[in-house]
């Protein structure tokens, strides 16, 4: 896996975003002036001009007040001051009062709408910021979409400092336009384990596009996982662990990482779940291409590394959140037969060959054709290689299909049941929409079924259900009224299987009909803005930052996987695979397109 397929996928400037999200902790230290980022516990502030501010920035449209400013020219120097990223933020603190000035402490960032006037003075010396939110952080980086119609009211409390107007009531936040924010940031991932420590999970972060990121992406992996993703994730780090050295350095490609001494302490196996994190986290900084791993300056080394304290994500691709060994080719359906989905045309899969099937969707297991390696069966004990899950016509059964069955296998029934999902360790999730009283269950490796606790779905109008990749998410179309939402939550893996942790990702689609995860971080949903309106795909991150419409044609079912491109069905029964010039290609007659997974 290439260093850029490790970058998160969200679009690049100039496409449609909906929400941002920023790093806030390993900011607020940068507001704060200091010249090192803390990776535990509170952020420490000091004066302005106790530390100089090392990292540059584009030129800020302001310099700081003049003699005679009015309180709204104040105020909107202040937000100016803000809108480009500044170590220590020195010039929006010239517009706050000289005790603000010091205490200022920003530990959050809100987004607002680029509307030209976020100010309101309803009357002489009083002035708000007041505009239409898109999003909020908290401290620890967590996103969450503003509330239909949500506004940012805040009162910045103009006082008179010697004769002069200056911001009294300064927010605990820094105060950024949407589109200054899709400036001055770019999106990274931090990865975390699954609690078994089998494979690697993405936590989406945000950092300054000028800043020292290579030490502020350990910092925030050091810090651990978001609170949303925490409870389904592991970390390889013991808690409290820190940086030994100010930053992380880098010379010739080669990142150097030195931790404090506790990590020596590290059996072998934590060792390697350590190393694979930091690889995968910094490889996605193009200039790095090894990390060198130091505990108080002494190497820090593991036997399954050659005794070496330097490594590369590649060494670790075991964890791949892609899972390593997972099928790549799309299926499909065509006149009752399962194909292989070619780059002109489909052809028959030869395990199926003589075997017709009779479907209205199918889901095909991770590693295609050659099945789960943890999937038992009754015939043949040491896998039973079924690979092919299909809902029958009517919408009532799950037939399984393998090489090693005559004919389909029944392994559940219900009255009206969506198309299923497989996770990379055999489970195959069903979803029966019961007349909108939603029941999920899941079929493990042994052909044993399990109700899923799902507070907030079961019950429901449940229209979709796909697991990711990694196997720690779940994404979610619901239809709420007269509208249908889509949602990510939680898978939780412990006695039994949980999804929580719902949240909505904003989206301007009424209705929406299908749903595929197309990339690690990454949601493609079909849908349109009324009933008869055409549908379209449209590309939505995890996070709800990004929002990205695909011109495609009309189009009833899709599949997608990360790294693979996007497969429409159209309701003239011809498949269309999306190329890199965001064009549609003809696949052929095929309907009920799917993607391993």
Sequence with gaps: MTAEARRPSRPSHGLCLVGAVALAVSLVALVAGCSTVPSSGPVMFEPMGTQAATETSLPVLVNGPEPGDSPQQVARGFLDAMASYQAG?????????????????????????????????????????????????????????????????????????????????PPAALVMSIYNFQREYESYNLYFFDPNFEILVPDPIYLPIRSHVETLLVNALLRGPSAWLKPTVRTAFPERTTLAAPSVTVEGNVATVDLDPRVDSLYEPQRRYLLA??????????????????????????????????????????????????????????????????????????????????????????????????????????????????????????????????????????????????????????????????????????????????????????????????????????????????????????????????????LDLTRMTDLAWSQLDEVTVIGSEGQAAASRAVKVSVDGYSMTPLTGPDSTSLAAAPGQPVLLGGSDGVLQREDKTYMWSNQGAGRCPAYPG
């Design 277 to 506: 994190q930091l690889s995968w986290t910094l490889d996605q900084i193009p200039k790095v291409k090894k990390i060198q791993v130091t505990a108080g300056r002494a190497p820090f080394s593991v036997g399954g590394n050659g005794g070496s304290n330097t490594t590369s994500a590649d060494q670790w691709a075991t964890y791949d959140p892609r899972v390593a060994g997972a099928a790549t080719g799309a299926y499909a359906l065509n006149d009752r037969k399962v194909v292989l989905v070619g780059s002109d045309r489909t052809v028959p899969v030869s395990s199926l060959a003589g075997r017709p099937v009779e479907a209205r969707s199918i889901a095909v297991g991770i590693f295609g054709e050659r099945s789960s390696p943890g999937r038992l069966g009754p015939e043949d004990p040491r896998g039973s290689a079924d690979w092919l899950a299909a809902v029958s016509t009517d919408g009532r059964k799950v037939n399984l299909y393998g090489a090693n069955r005559s004919s389909p296998h029944i392994v559940w029934q219900g009255r009206d049941i969506l198309e299923p999902s497989w996770d990379r360790t055999g489970k195959l999730w069903m979803v029966d929409r019961n007349r909108g009283r939603a029941r999920i269950e899941v079929l493990d490796e042994r052909d044993r079924l399990g109700t899923v606790d799902a507070p907030g779905l079961n019950g429901k109008d449940v229209r979709g259900l796909k697991i990711s990749r990694e196997g720690s998410r779940a994404a979610v179309l619901v239809r709420q009224g007269n509208r249908t939402v889509l949602m990510v939550g939680r898978v939780e893996r412990g006695e039994g299987l949980a999804i929580r942790g719902l949240r909505e990702l904003p």
């Design 89 to 169: 933020q020195p010039v929006a603190r010239k517009y706050l009062t000289p005790a603000m000035s010091e205490r200022w402490q920003p530990n959050q960032v809100f987004i607002y709408d680029s509307t030209p006037v976020p100010l309101a003075e309803p009357k002489s010396g009083k002035v708000f910021i007041d505009v239409r939110k898109v999003g909020g952080l908290g401290v620890n980086g967590d996103w969450t979409s503003a509330r239909p119609g949500e506004r940012l009211r805040l009162d910045l409390g103009m006082t008179k400092v010697a004769g002069q107007w200056r911001v009294g009531r």
